[in-house]
Protein backbone atom coordinates (compact mmCIF):
# COMPACT_ATOMS: atom_id res chain seq x y z
CA UNK A 1 0.00 0.00 0.00
CA UNK A 2 2.89 2.76 1.03
CA UNK A 3 4.32 1.43 -2.52
CA UNK A 4 1.85 2.54 -4.03
CA UNK A 5 1.45 6.14 -2.44
CA UNK A 6 5.05 6.53 -3.54
CA UNK A 7 4.00 6.16 -7.03
CA UNK A 8 0.94 8.07 -7.22
CA UNK A 9 3.48 10.90 -5.43
CA UNK A 10 5.80 10.85 -7.88
CA UNK A 11 3.33 10.53 -11.17
CA UNK A 12 1.68 13.34 -9.33
CA UNK A 13 5.08 15.41 -9.77
CA UNK A 14 5.48 14.53 -13.11
CA UNK A 15 2.10 15.58 -14.50
CA UNK A 16 2.95 18.68 -12.30
CA UNK A 17 6.34 18.78 -14.13
CA UNK A 18 4.75 18.15 -17.86
CA UNK A 19 2.30 21.02 -17.27
CA UNK A 20 5.46 23.62 -16.30
CA UNK A 21 6.90 22.78 -19.51
CA UNK A 22 4.06 23.17 -21.49
CA UNK A 23 3.65 27.31 -19.85
CA UNK A 24 6.92 27.89 -20.57
CA UNK A 25 6.63 26.66 -23.79
CA UNK A 26 3.01 28.57 -24.26
CA UNK A 27 4.81 31.78 -22.87
CA UNK A 28 7.75 31.52 -25.30
CA UNK A 29 5.71 30.82 -28.05
CA UNK A 30 3.82 34.54 -27.26
CA UNK A 31 7.66 36.08 -26.38
CA UNK A 32 8.74 35.15 -29.46
CA UNK A 33 5.50 36.04 -31.52
CA UNK A 34 5.52 39.60 -29.90
CA UNK A 35 9.51 39.95 -30.80
CA UNK A 36 9.23 39.20 -34.41
CA UNK A 37 5.94 42.45 -34.57
CA UNK A 38 8.28 44.95 -32.81
CA UNK A 39 11.88 44.18 -35.00
CA UNK A 40 9.70 44.77 -38.38
CA UNK A 41 8.74 47.85 -36.32
CA UNK A 42 11.84 49.17 -35.81
CA UNK A 43 13.36 48.28 -39.30
CA UNK A 44 12.33 47.75 -43.10
CA UNK A 45 15.23 45.27 -43.59
CA UNK A 46 12.86 42.81 -45.35
CA UNK A 47 15.52 40.21 -44.90
CA UNK A 48 15.33 40.42 -41.54
CA UNK A 49 11.44 40.15 -41.40
CA UNK A 50 11.88 37.36 -43.20
CA UNK A 51 14.19 35.43 -40.75
CA UNK A 52 12.27 36.11 -37.87
CA UNK A 53 9.04 34.75 -39.44
CA UNK A 54 11.20 31.43 -40.26
CA UNK A 55 12.24 31.64 -36.56
CA UNK A 56 8.83 32.29 -35.04
CA UNK A 57 7.82 29.22 -37.57
CA UNK A 58 10.26 27.05 -36.64
CA UNK A 59 9.49 27.47 -33.20
CA UNK A 60 6.02 27.54 -33.02
CA UNK A 61 6.04 24.00 -34.81
CA UNK A 62 8.78 23.09 -31.97
CA UNK A 63 6.15 24.36 -29.01
CA UNK A 64 3.61 22.23 -31.05
CA UNK A 65 5.58 19.21 -30.86
CA UNK A 66 6.70 19.38 -27.45
CA UNK A 67 3.09 19.99 -26.23
CA UNK A 68 2.03 17.10 -28.52
CA UNK A 69 4.27 14.94 -26.86
CA UNK A 70 4.35 16.00 -23.23
CA UNK A 71 -0.14 15.38 -23.85
CA UNK A 72 1.18 12.15 -24.84
CA UNK A 73 2.90 11.42 -21.47
CA UNK A 74 0.82 13.01 -19.19
CA UNK A 75 -2.46 10.49 -21.19
CA UNK A 76 -0.06 7.91 -20.40
CA UNK A 77 0.78 8.65 -16.77
CA UNK A 78 -3.25 9.53 -16.63
CA UNK A 79 -3.58 5.95 -17.11
CA UNK A 80 -1.58 4.29 -14.86
CA UNK A 81 -2.78 6.63 -12.02
CA UNK A 82 -6.21 5.48 -13.00
CA UNK A 83 -4.86 1.87 -12.91
CA UNK A 84 -3.44 2.56 -9.40
CA UNK A 85 -6.70 3.69 -8.43
CA UNK A 86 -8.28 0.67 -9.19
CA UNK A 87 -5.91 -1.58 -7.43
CA UNK A 88 -6.18 0.61 -4.91
CA UNK A 89 -9.93 0.12 -4.74
CA UNK A 90 -9.45 -3.33 -5.14
CA UNK A 91 -7.26 -3.74 -2.69
CA UNK A 92 -9.76 -2.00 0.33
CA UNK A 93 -12.53 -4.07 -0.77
CA UNK A 94 -10.52 -7.15 -0.32
CA UNK A 95 -9.29 -6.23 3.17
CA UNK A 96 -12.38 -3.92 4.68
CA UNK A 97 -15.65 -5.61 2.67
CA UNK A 98 -17.79 -8.00 4.79
CA UNK A 99 -21.21 -7.38 3.09
CA UNK A 100 -22.44 -11.00 2.28
CA UNK A 101 -23.21 -11.48 -0.70
CA UNK A 102 -24.42 -14.60 -3.06
CA UNK A 103 -22.40 -17.13 -4.69
CA UNK A 104 -23.10 -15.31 -8.29
CA UNK A 105 -22.15 -12.17 -6.93
CA UNK A 106 -18.97 -12.66 -6.13
CA UNK A 107 -16.14 -11.38 -8.55
CA UNK A 108 -12.72 -9.70 -8.30
CA UNK A 109 -14.29 -6.01 -7.47
CA UNK A 110 -17.91 -6.92 -6.05
CA UNK A 111 -18.33 -3.90 -4.50
CA UNK A 112 -20.65 -1.30 -6.42
CA UNK A 113 -20.16 2.61 -6.32
CA UNK A 114 -21.92 5.18 -8.17
CA UNK A 115 -21.64 5.26 -12.29
CA UNK A 116 -18.88 7.37 -13.00
CA UNK A 117 -17.19 7.45 -9.54
CA UNK A 118 -14.97 5.53 -7.34
CA UNK A 119 -17.06 5.61 -4.17
CA UNK A 120 -20.29 7.03 -3.78
CA UNK A 121 -20.51 10.52 -2.49
CA UNK A 122 -21.68 11.35 1.26
CA UNK A 123 -24.53 13.37 0.10
CA UNK A 124 -26.57 12.21 -2.38
CA UNK A 125 -29.91 12.84 -4.19
CA UNK A 126 -32.16 10.25 -3.42
CA UNK A 127 -33.29 9.15 -6.85
CA UNK A 128 -32.85 5.55 -8.32
CA UNK A 129 -29.69 5.32 -9.75
CA UNK A 130 -26.75 2.84 -11.76
CA UNK A 131 -24.07 1.73 -10.24
CA UNK A 132 -21.32 -0.39 -11.31
CA UNK A 133 -17.92 -2.08 -9.46
CA UNK A 134 -14.19 -1.45 -10.79
CA UNK A 135 -14.61 -4.22 -13.44
CA UNK A 136 -18.08 -2.10 -14.93
CA UNK A 137 -20.60 -4.83 -14.07
CA UNK A 138 -23.61 -2.42 -13.82
CA UNK A 139 -26.65 -2.86 -11.47
CA UNK A 140 -29.71 -0.49 -10.92
CA UNK A 141 -30.07 0.39 -7.28
CA UNK A 142 -32.87 1.99 -5.43
CA UNK A 143 -33.06 5.72 -4.13
CA UNK A 144 -32.35 4.49 -0.60
CA UNK A 145 -29.72 2.09 -1.77
CA UNK A 146 -31.95 -0.83 0.00
CA UNK A 147 -32.65 -2.55 -3.48
CA UNK A 148 -30.86 -3.44 -6.16
CA UNK A 149 -30.52 -5.98 -9.31
CA UNK A 150 -28.17 -6.21 -12.21
CA UNK A 151 -27.35 -8.84 -14.70
CA UNK A 152 -24.53 -11.92 -14.31
CA UNK A 153 -22.93 -14.22 -16.15
CA UNK A 154 -20.51 -15.91 -18.20
CA UNK A 155 -19.79 -17.93 -21.13
CA UNK A 156 -16.82 -20.83 -21.82
CA UNK A 157 -16.38 -22.04 -25.45
CA UNK A 158 -14.09 -24.61 -25.01
CA UNK A 159 -12.08 -26.35 -28.11
CA UNK A 160 -9.58 -29.66 -27.76
CA UNK A 161 -9.16 -32.86 -27.59
CA UNK A 162 -7.06 -35.91 -27.12
CA UNK A 163 -3.58 -35.90 -29.49
CA UNK A 164 -2.65 -39.03 -28.42
CA UNK A 165 -4.74 -41.88 -26.89
CA UNK A 166 -2.68 -45.27 -26.47
CA UNK A 167 -4.97 -48.01 -24.51
CA UNK A 168 -3.10 -50.54 -22.21
CA UNK A 169 -5.58 -53.62 -23.37
CA UNK A 170 -6.92 -53.78 -27.20
CA UNK A 171 -10.15 -55.48 -25.50
CA UNK A 172 -10.75 -53.80 -22.10
CA UNK A 173 -11.55 -50.21 -21.51
CA UNK A 174 -11.73 -47.03 -24.04
CA UNK A 175 -9.72 -47.16 -27.03
CA UNK A 176 -9.93 -43.58 -27.86
CA UNK A 177 -11.35 -40.24 -26.81
CA UNK A 178 -13.31 -38.06 -28.70
CA UNK A 179 -12.08 -33.96 -30.09
CA UNK A 180 -14.56 -31.32 -30.48
CA UNK A 181 -15.90 -28.00 -28.84
CA UNK A 182 -17.86 -27.37 -26.24
CA UNK A 183 -19.76 -24.64 -24.36
CA UNK A 184 -18.56 -25.80 -21.07
CA UNK A 185 -20.69 -23.03 -19.46
CA UNK A 186 -23.27 -20.22 -20.49
CA UNK A 187 -24.48 -18.66 -17.64
CA UNK A 188 -27.00 -16.05 -16.90
CA UNK A 189 -28.99 -14.74 -14.38
CA UNK A 190 -29.56 -11.41 -12.02
CA UNK A 191 -28.13 -11.22 -8.59
CA UNK A 192 -29.21 -7.96 -5.39
CA UNK A 193 -30.38 -7.15 -3.02
CA UNK A 194 -33.35 -6.77 -1.00
CA UNK A 195 -34.37 -4.20 1.91
CA UNK A 196 -31.06 -3.85 2.33
CA UNK A 197 -29.85 -7.00 4.30
CA UNK A 198 -31.16 -9.39 1.85
CA UNK A 199 -29.60 -10.69 -1.29
CA UNK A 200 -30.63 -13.02 -3.86
CA UNK A 201 -29.29 -14.50 -6.85
CA UNK A 202 -31.20 -16.26 -9.67
CA UNK A 203 -28.69 -18.19 -12.97
CA UNK A 204 -29.65 -20.15 -15.38
CA UNK A 205 -26.68 -22.32 -17.20
CA UNK A 206 -27.47 -23.33 -20.99
CA UNK A 207 -23.78 -24.86 -21.11
CA UNK A 208 -23.55 -28.50 -21.22
CA UNK A 209 -20.36 -29.69 -19.24
CA UNK A 210 -20.69 -33.26 -21.11
CA UNK A 211 -22.60 -34.70 -23.71
CA UNK A 212 -24.79 -36.27 -20.44
CA UNK A 213 -25.26 -33.48 -18.65
CA UNK A 214 -28.62 -31.35 -18.52
CA UNK A 215 -28.68 -27.79 -18.53
CA UNK A 216 -30.96 -25.84 -16.07
CA UNK A 217 -30.10 -24.38 -12.70
CA UNK A 218 -26.80 -23.10 -11.46
CA UNK A 219 -28.28 -20.72 -8.91
CA UNK A 220 -31.51 -20.33 -7.19
CA UNK A 221 -30.26 -18.50 -4.07
CA UNK A 222 -31.09 -16.16 -1.00
CA UNK A 223 -28.71 -14.92 1.68
CA UNK A 224 -29.68 -12.92 4.89
CA UNK A 225 -26.67 -10.71 5.34
CA UNK A 226 -27.41 -8.20 8.37
CA UNK A 227 -24.62 -9.28 10.34
CA UNK A 228 -21.52 -8.02 9.25
CA UNK A 229 -18.95 -10.86 8.72
CA UNK A 230 -21.80 -13.39 8.22
CA UNK A 231 -23.87 -15.16 5.44
CA UNK A 232 -26.95 -17.17 6.44
CA UNK A 233 -27.85 -19.02 3.05
CA UNK A 234 -30.78 -21.38 1.66
CA UNK A 235 -31.11 -22.73 -2.06
CA UNK A 236 -29.08 -24.44 -5.11
CA UNK A 237 -25.87 -22.75 -5.53
CA UNK A 238 -22.26 -23.76 -5.70
CA UNK A 239 -20.62 -24.81 -2.40
CA UNK A 240 -17.67 -23.93 -0.45
CA UNK A 241 -16.08 -27.26 0.28
CA UNK A 242 -12.58 -27.75 -0.52
CA UNK A 243 -10.13 -24.59 -1.38
CA UNK A 244 -10.52 -25.89 -5.45
CA UNK A 245 -14.04 -25.88 -5.48
CA UNK A 246 -14.56 -22.55 -3.42
CA UNK A 247 -12.50 -21.09 -6.04
CA UNK A 248 -14.68 -19.78 -8.49
CA UNK A 249 -14.81 -21.70 -12.16
CA UNK A 250 -14.27 -18.03 -13.89
CA UNK A 251 -11.06 -18.24 -11.33
CA UNK A 252 -9.65 -21.15 -11.61
CA UNK A 253 -6.00 -21.96 -12.95
CA UNK A 254 -6.71 -24.17 -15.45
CA UNK A 255 -9.31 -25.29 -18.25
CA UNK A 256 -10.84 -27.93 -15.38
CA UNK A 257 -10.56 -28.64 -11.77
CA UNK A 258 -8.13 -31.73 -10.50
CA UNK A 259 -10.05 -34.93 -10.70
CA UNK A 260 -8.93 -35.62 -6.85
CA UNK A 261 -11.12 -32.18 -6.06
CA UNK A 262 -14.02 -33.66 -8.71
CA UNK A 263 -14.19 -37.02 -6.74
CA UNK A 264 -14.64 -34.88 -3.58
CA UNK A 265 -16.94 -32.30 -4.26
CA UNK A 266 -19.05 -35.36 -6.61
CA UNK A 267 -20.09 -37.00 -3.25
CA UNK A 268 -21.97 -34.33 -1.65
CA UNK A 269 -21.14 -30.87 -2.93
CA UNK A 270 -20.32 -29.20 -6.36
CA UNK A 271 -22.25 -27.44 -8.62
CA UNK A 272 -25.90 -26.10 -8.54
CA UNK A 273 -26.32 -28.16 -5.50
CA UNK A 274 -28.93 -27.92 -2.61
CA UNK A 275 -27.56 -26.44 0.57
CA UNK A 276 -28.26 -24.13 3.55
CA UNK A 277 -26.13 -22.94 6.07
CA UNK A 278 -23.50 -19.99 7.23
CA UNK A 279 -20.44 -18.68 7.08
CA UNK A 280 -18.52 -16.37 9.05
CA UNK A 281 -15.46 -14.30 7.64
CA UNK A 282 -12.88 -12.00 7.65
CA UNK A 283 -9.85 -11.32 5.79
CA UNK A 284 -7.97 -13.18 7.84
CA UNK A 285 -10.58 -15.94 8.67
CA UNK A 286 -13.14 -18.29 7.31
CA UNK A 287 -15.25 -20.80 8.97
CA UNK A 288 -18.63 -22.07 7.31
CA UNK A 289 -20.99 -25.17 7.94
CA UNK A 290 -24.18 -26.48 5.32
CA UNK A 291 -26.24 -29.36 5.01
CA UNK A 292 -26.86 -30.18 1.25
CA UNK A 293 -29.27 -31.95 -0.38
CA UNK A 294 -29.57 -33.58 -4.10
CA UNK A 295 -28.38 -31.35 -7.42
CA UNK A 296 -30.85 -29.00 -9.38
CA UNK A 297 -31.02 -31.84 -12.34
CA UNK A 298 -31.34 -35.01 -9.65
CA UNK A 299 -34.76 -37.09 -10.36
CA UNK A 300 -37.30 -36.83 -7.85
CA UNK A 301 -39.44 -39.63 -8.99
CA UNK A 302 -39.83 -42.64 -6.59
CA UNK A 303 -36.17 -42.11 -5.73
CA UNK A 304 -34.10 -41.81 -2.07
CA UNK A 305 -32.49 -38.57 -2.45
CA UNK A 306 -28.86 -38.19 -0.87
CA UNK A 307 -28.71 -35.91 2.03
CA UNK A 308 -25.04 -35.07 3.95
CA UNK A 309 -23.21 -31.73 5.19
CA UNK A 310 -20.04 -30.13 5.36
CA UNK A 311 -17.76 -28.16 7.40
CA UNK A 312 -14.81 -26.13 6.58
CA UNK A 313 -12.52 -24.17 8.53
CA UNK A 314 -9.54 -21.65 6.64
CA UNK A 315 -7.37 -18.99 7.78
CA UNK A 316 -4.98 -16.42 6.46
CA UNK A 317 -2.12 -17.51 8.50
CA UNK A 318 0.48 -15.05 7.23
CA UNK A 319 -0.72 -11.50 4.71
CA UNK A 320 1.65 -8.73 4.02
CA UNK A 321 2.25 -6.10 1.34
CA UNK A 322 3.74 -9.35 -0.73
CA UNK A 323 2.81 -12.37 0.28
CA UNK A 324 0.09 -14.39 2.09
CA UNK A 325 -0.31 -18.11 3.35
CA UNK A 326 -3.70 -19.82 3.60
CA UNK A 327 -4.66 -23.06 5.20
CA UNK A 328 -7.37 -25.35 5.62
CA UNK A 329 -9.40 -28.12 6.82
CA UNK A 330 -12.53 -29.48 6.08
CA UNK A 331 -14.74 -32.40 6.04
CA UNK A 332 -17.85 -33.64 3.98
CA UNK A 333 -20.33 -36.44 5.83
CA UNK A 334 -22.54 -38.44 3.32
CA UNK A 335 -25.64 -39.13 5.37
CA UNK A 336 -27.79 -40.88 3.12
CA UNK A 337 -27.13 -42.25 0.07
CA UNK A 338 -29.53 -42.05 -3.09
CA UNK A 339 -31.70 -45.07 -4.45
CA UNK A 340 -33.05 -45.38 -7.93
CA UNK A 341 -36.48 -46.16 -6.23
CA UNK A 342 -38.31 -48.31 -3.51
CA UNK A 343 -36.65 -51.41 -3.51
CA UNK A 344 -33.02 -50.66 -5.18
CA UNK A 345 -29.87 -50.25 -3.11
CA UNK A 346 -28.38 -47.07 -1.11
CA UNK A 347 -25.48 -46.61 -3.57
CA UNK A 348 -23.26 -44.40 -5.27
CA UNK A 349 -20.09 -44.32 -7.04
CA UNK A 350 -16.72 -42.34 -7.63
CA UNK A 351 -15.42 -41.00 -10.94
CA UNK A 352 -14.07 -38.58 -13.00
CA UNK A 353 -13.44 -37.83 -16.48
CA UNK A 354 -9.49 -37.30 -17.60
CA UNK A 355 -9.77 -33.16 -16.19
CA UNK A 356 -11.19 -32.44 -20.08
CA UNK A 357 -14.80 -32.13 -20.36
CA UNK A 358 -14.87 -32.51 -24.42
CA UNK A 359 -15.09 -35.87 -23.86
CA UNK A 360 -17.91 -37.19 -21.49
CA UNK A 361 -15.65 -40.55 -21.15
CA UNK A 362 -14.19 -41.69 -17.34
CA UNK A 363 -11.19 -43.38 -16.78
CA UNK A 364 -11.30 -43.16 -13.11
CA UNK A 365 -14.07 -44.71 -11.81
CA UNK A 366 -14.98 -47.34 -8.79
CA UNK A 367 -17.95 -48.41 -10.39
CA UNK A 368 -21.24 -48.85 -8.13
CA UNK A 369 -20.10 -49.16 -4.51
CA UNK A 370 -23.59 -50.66 -2.61
CA UNK A 371 -26.39 -53.21 -2.82
CA UNK A 372 -29.17 -54.34 -1.28
CA UNK A 373 -27.30 -56.70 0.57
CA UNK A 374 -24.43 -54.58 1.33
CA UNK A 375 -25.76 -50.84 1.11
CA UNK A 376 -23.91 -47.56 1.23
CA UNK A 377 -24.10 -46.79 4.90
CA UNK A 378 -22.46 -43.47 4.85
CA UNK A 379 -19.53 -41.80 3.06
CA UNK A 380 -16.60 -38.97 4.10
CA UNK A 381 -14.04 -36.98 2.48
CA UNK A 382 -11.17 -35.04 4.67
CA UNK A 383 -9.64 -32.00 3.22
CA UNK A 384 -5.90 -30.52 4.06
CA UNK A 385 -5.78 -27.32 2.26
CA UNK A 386 -2.83 -24.90 1.59
CA UNK A 387 -2.33 -22.02 -0.66
CA UNK A 388 0.46 -19.03 -0.46
CA UNK A 389 1.28 -16.10 -2.52
CA UNK A 390 4.95 -14.38 -3.24
CA UNK A 391 4.40 -11.19 -5.17
CA UNK A 392 3.77 -12.49 -8.39
CA UNK A 393 4.08 -16.33 -7.62
CA UNK A 394 0.92 -18.39 -6.14
CA UNK A 395 0.93 -21.97 -5.10
CA UNK A 396 -2.42 -24.08 -4.44
CA UNK A 397 -2.44 -27.56 -3.13
CA UNK A 398 -4.88 -30.10 -1.26
CA UNK A 399 -4.94 -33.63 0.32
CA UNK A 400 -7.99 -35.74 0.15
CA UNK A 401 -8.99 -39.28 1.77
CA UNK A 402 -12.32 -40.66 0.87
CA UNK A 403 -14.10 -43.31 2.65
CA UNK A 404 -17.01 -45.41 1.91
CA UNK A 405 -18.90 -47.41 4.68
CA UNK A 406 -20.93 -50.16 3.39
CA UNK A 407 -23.04 -52.83 5.80
CA UNK A 408 -21.14 -55.57 6.32
CA UNK A 409 -18.06 -55.05 4.44
CA UNK A 410 -14.81 -53.69 5.38
CA UNK A 411 -14.70 -49.39 4.73
CA UNK A 412 -13.50 -48.67 1.00
CA UNK A 413 -10.36 -45.67 1.48
CA UNK A 414 -8.81 -43.85 -1.59
CA UNK A 415 -6.56 -41.38 -1.26
CA UNK A 416 -5.87 -37.95 -3.90
CA UNK A 417 -3.89 -34.71 -3.94
CA UNK A 418 -2.96 -32.45 -6.36
CA UNK A 419 -0.46 -29.20 -6.03
CA UNK A 420 -0.40 -26.32 -8.69
CA UNK A 421 2.14 -23.31 -9.13
CA UNK A 422 1.85 -20.02 -11.53
CA UNK A 423 3.98 -17.44 -12.64
CA UNK A 424 2.55 -14.04 -13.81
CA UNK A 425 5.35 -12.59 -16.19
CA UNK A 426 3.31 -9.04 -16.01
CA UNK A 427 3.66 -8.86 -12.26
CA UNK A 428 0.43 -9.24 -11.14
CA UNK A 429 -0.52 -11.21 -7.95
CA UNK A 430 -3.79 -13.37 -7.04
CA UNK A 431 -5.51 -11.69 -4.59
CA UNK A 432 -7.67 -13.13 -1.69
CA UNK A 433 -11.71 -13.59 -1.60
CA UNK A 434 -12.52 -13.03 2.22
CA UNK A 435 -16.02 -14.28 1.14
CA UNK A 436 -15.13 -17.93 0.02
CA UNK A 437 -11.98 -18.30 1.50
CA UNK A 438 -10.16 -19.01 -1.93
CA UNK A 439 -8.49 -16.33 -4.40
CA UNK A 440 -9.78 -14.36 -7.56
CA UNK A 441 -7.73 -14.62 -11.03
CA UNK A 442 -5.89 -12.09 -12.00
CA UNK A 443 -6.69 -8.47 -12.78
CA UNK A 444 -4.21 -6.94 -15.25
CA UNK A 445 -2.49 -3.62 -14.52
CA UNK A 446 -2.72 -2.29 -18.12
CA UNK A 447 -5.44 -3.54 -19.97
CA UNK A 448 -4.70 -4.90 -23.72
CA UNK A 449 -5.18 -1.87 -25.85
CA UNK A 450 -3.59 -1.00 -29.22
CA UNK A 451 -4.13 2.59 -28.92
CA UNK A 452 -2.10 2.91 -25.46
CA UNK A 453 0.01 -0.25 -25.83
CA UNK A 454 -1.29 -2.09 -23.07
CA UNK A 455 -1.01 -5.76 -23.49
CA UNK A 456 -3.29 -7.47 -20.82
CA UNK A 457 -1.54 -10.01 -18.12
CA UNK A 458 0.28 -13.15 -19.26
CA UNK A 459 0.63 -16.32 -16.60
CA UNK A 460 2.37 -19.44 -16.98
CA UNK A 461 0.56 -22.74 -14.99
CA UNK A 462 1.58 -26.28 -13.94
CA UNK A 463 -0.01 -28.80 -11.98
CA UNK A 464 0.44 -32.45 -10.81
CA UNK A 465 -2.63 -34.32 -9.69
CA UNK A 466 -2.84 -38.31 -8.04
CA UNK A 467 -5.88 -40.39 -7.46
CA UNK A 468 -5.82 -43.80 -6.12
CA UNK A 469 -9.48 -45.70 -6.02
CA UNK A 470 -8.41 -49.06 -5.36
CA UNK A 471 -9.29 -50.42 -1.90
CA UNK A 472 -8.74 -53.96 -0.74
CA UNK A 473 -8.39 -55.22 -4.13
CA UNK A 474 -5.54 -57.96 -5.11
CA UNK A 475 -4.59 -57.78 -8.56
CA UNK A 476 -4.47 -61.23 -10.09
CA UNK A 477 -7.74 -62.15 -7.86
CA UNK A 478 -11.25 -62.08 -9.67
CA UNK A 479 -13.76 -58.57 -7.95
CA UNK A 480 -16.33 -61.45 -7.52
CA UNK A 481 -14.03 -63.17 -5.15
CA UNK A 482 -13.10 -60.24 -3.30
CA UNK A 483 -16.63 -58.77 -2.44
CA UNK A 484 -15.30 -55.22 -0.01
CA UNK A 485 -13.14 -54.45 -3.03
CA UNK A 486 -12.41 -51.56 -5.35
CA UNK A 487 -10.61 -51.61 -8.44
CA UNK A 488 -10.98 -48.10 -9.71
CA UNK A 489 -7.63 -47.33 -11.02
CA UNK A 490 -4.98 -44.78 -9.98
CA UNK A 491 -4.51 -41.98 -12.57
CA UNK A 492 -1.56 -39.62 -12.66
CA UNK A 493 -1.93 -36.31 -14.51
CA UNK A 494 0.62 -33.44 -15.54
CA UNK A 495 -0.75 -30.37 -16.69
CA UNK A 496 0.84 -27.01 -18.28
CA UNK A 497 -0.96 -24.12 -18.92
CA UNK A 498 -0.43 -20.43 -20.70
CA UNK A 499 -3.62 -17.72 -19.64
CA UNK A 500 -3.70 -14.44 -21.14
CA UNK A 501 -6.03 -11.83 -19.29
CA UNK A 502 -6.76 -9.46 -21.96
CA UNK A 503 -8.74 -6.93 -19.04
CA UNK A 504 -10.84 -8.11 -16.14
CA UNK A 505 -13.81 -9.80 -17.86
CA UNK A 506 -12.11 -11.66 -20.74
CA UNK A 507 -9.39 -14.58 -20.78
CA UNK A 508 -7.84 -17.23 -22.49
CA UNK A 509 -6.46 -20.04 -21.17
CA UNK A 510 -4.39 -23.05 -23.66
CA UNK A 511 -3.60 -26.27 -21.42
CA UNK A 512 -1.72 -29.08 -22.11
CA UNK A 513 -2.56 -32.27 -19.97
CA UNK A 514 -0.35 -35.59 -19.87
CA UNK A 515 -2.57 -38.29 -17.76
CA UNK A 516 -1.24 -41.83 -17.13
CA UNK A 517 -4.03 -44.13 -16.17
CA UNK A 518 -3.32 -47.78 -14.49
CA UNK A 519 -5.72 -50.50 -13.89
CA UNK A 520 -5.30 -54.21 -13.32
CA UNK A 521 -8.26 -56.15 -14.80
CA UNK A 522 -10.53 -57.62 -12.58
CA UNK A 523 -12.62 -59.87 -14.64
CA UNK A 524 -11.68 -62.48 -16.73
CA UNK A 525 -12.02 -62.11 -20.46
CA UNK A 526 -10.68 -63.35 -24.04
CA UNK A 527 -7.56 -61.32 -24.26
CA UNK A 528 -7.56 -59.86 -21.24
CA UNK A 529 -6.65 -62.15 -17.99
CA UNK A 530 -7.10 -61.39 -14.50
CA UNK A 531 -4.20 -58.66 -13.00
CA UNK A 532 -3.57 -57.66 -17.13
CA UNK A 533 -3.07 -54.02 -17.50
CA UNK A 534 -6.39 -52.44 -19.06
CA UNK A 535 -5.54 -48.94 -18.62
CA UNK A 536 -4.25 -45.40 -20.98
CA UNK A 537 -2.27 -43.21 -21.39
CA UNK A 538 -2.80 -39.90 -23.08
CA UNK A 539 -2.27 -36.71 -24.04
CA UNK A 540 -4.56 -33.66 -24.51
CA UNK A 541 -4.79 -30.17 -25.76
CA UNK A 542 -7.53 -27.97 -24.82
CA UNK A 543 -8.23 -23.95 -25.50
CA UNK A 544 -10.75 -21.43 -23.75
CA UNK A 545 -12.42 -18.15 -24.55
CA UNK A 546 -13.95 -16.87 -21.44
CA UNK A 547 -16.20 -13.35 -20.42
CA UNK A 548 -17.35 -13.49 -17.45
CA UNK A 549 -19.82 -10.80 -16.29
Known amino acids: M ?35 GQALAASPDSSDAEALRAQVAALTQLVKSVSERDQQQIEALSAQVQALQTRLNQEEIATTDQTARPR ?60 GFHPASKVVGPQALSTGVNARRARIGIAGTAAGDWGYAFVYDAGNSSDQTAKGIETAQIIYGGLKGAAFEIGYSNTYFTLDQATGSNDTLFVERASPSNIATNLNAGDARSNAGVRFFGDRYWVGAYVTGPASGDSHTLTGERFGAFQRVAVQALKGPDYTLHLG ?13 NGTAYAISLSDQ ?9 LLNTGTLGSLANPVTGAYVFDAETAATWRNLFWQGEYYHYEIERRGLSTAAFDGAYGQVSWTLTGETHRYNPQAASYFRISPTHAFSLAHGGWGAWELAARVSYVDLDSNFRS ?26 PNDLIRFLLDYEHVDYEKANGTAVAGAPLGAPVGAKLDSIALRAQVAY
Open 104 to 163: AAQNATGHFTLEGSQRAPEAQTAVPRVVQNATHRFAMQSADGQYSIGLTGDIQFDTGGDI
Open 329 to 341: VGVDELLRAPNSG
Open 476 to 501: GHALSAQPGAVDGGIQRGYSFGVNWY
Open 2 to 36: QSMVIMGVELSHSILGLRGRLFLSAAGAVWLAMGP
Open 354 to 362: PELRIDPTT
